[in-house]
């Protein structure tokens, strides 16, 4: 079954400023998610490059680079459109995981799917 989750309130999510991090089971996997906003829009994705897998962020919650338009691997120099997740340049084997949001009521929340679900502690 398919559910919206709340994740954080719409003020928390700034224009190219810090990301919202949260855990999701992917495929039967832990693994760490973030939420980041551009353009207005809000937008969500494994923090796991397509180039190693491994998490993104330079420093906890940071993923866009020093222009604020690219989301990039601090590792390997990968870069990523922050709106649809692919490739933009760099070292990348495809485009970043994305996870469907909805921002309501000035909250946004994620919504599970067949193979992504809630960690559960």
């Known amino acids: 079954m398919r559910e919206w989750i709340p994740l954080c309130n719409s003020a928390d999510l700034q224009d190219g400023g810090r990301a919202v991090p949260f855990d999701v089971v992917y495929g039967g996997q832990t693994c760490r998610a973030f939420a980041v906003r551009h353009g207005g829009q809000v937008q969500a994705y494994l923090n796991r490059c397509t180039h190693v897998a491994m998490e993104l962020d330079f420093q906890p919650d940071r993923f866009f680079d020093a222009s604020g338009q690219w989301l ?6 990968a870069t990523y459109s922050p709106v649809t997740g692919e ?3 760099g070292p990348c084997r495809g485009g970043l995981v994305k996870i469907t949001l909805a921002e309501q009521h000035q909250v946004v929340h994620w919504h599970t799917e067949y193979n992504l679900k809630p ?3």
Do not use: K, R, S
Not at 72 to 77: D, I, N, Q, S, V
């Open 72 to 77: 990039m691997c601090a590792t390997h120099g």
């Open 87 to 89: 490739c933009a340049g």
């Open 119 to 121: 960690f559960e502690f």
